[in-house]
């Protein structure tokens, strides 16, 4: 059997893993002196509320290889085969310890870490499609291979509310070029080439801002794959969520609308009020 794995920044709802039978490999998150496995004994609320108290931003690493080890070695024990998604390898060595416990398992011949050269729900989507193809009897060459395409075609992006928590976290280097600029200046976030970048520049109150970055998706929003797109949040207001719903019902593209809020890695990273449309295109490339 073919399993699935993707280490925590998937964000993944807990009904979409469990729909997909996709494996969780947690990173972790420090907050001070106190550690926690994301998804685990934390809310990113939680992890707010710790920031504003302490007026800093909280650090993240990557899972540890005796835990990937735990959780990889009962399925390589029943002679499964595995499917490893990683957050983008300039971001996280997440996928290099998938890849050490493997080594450690003497399973490097079963276990296939793929780099998604992204995060959040851009993992996400390619989870769900491996599964997809592991459920339809497809081998691993197979699977891989058309992973590999779709890496391609992942749109994934998302507008921020507060610059604070990328600017600390230093992975997105043009947002310390916008550190003067005004309060209410939302950049949007781009993931390309398994890298941040910053898209267009929103100004105003958020549940302005949404919308004008919605429209602006639009047009690759209707030539898009119409099998599902991902609304992923970290924390906005029920108009807003329920606004953007609309709009892309409104559209008629996707079979399904996914709702999904931001695990605790991801939120510590973009920080409270980030929303983002996640799809694949429908455009070969």
Known sequence: MIRIISDSTCDLSRELIERYGITILPLHILLGEEEFEDGTGITPDEIYKWSDIHDDTPKTSAPSIDSAVKIMKPYIDQGDELICFCISESMSTSGNIMRL????????????????????????????????MAREGKPVSEIVGSIEQLKKMVRTSFVVDTMTYLRRGGRCGSVAALAGSALKLHPEIIVADGAMHVGKKYRGKMDKVIPKYIKDLEGDLREARKDRVMMVHSGCSEDILSDVREYLEDLAVFDEILELRAGGVISSHCGPGTLGVLFLSGKQE
């Not at 493997?102 to 011949?109: C, K, M, S, T």
């Open 101 to 132: 416990a493997a080594d450690e398992l003497d399973a490097e011949d079963r276990v296939t870490v793929i780099n998604s050269k992204n995060l959040s729900g851009g993992i996400g989507l390619l989870a769900i499609e491996a599964s997809i």
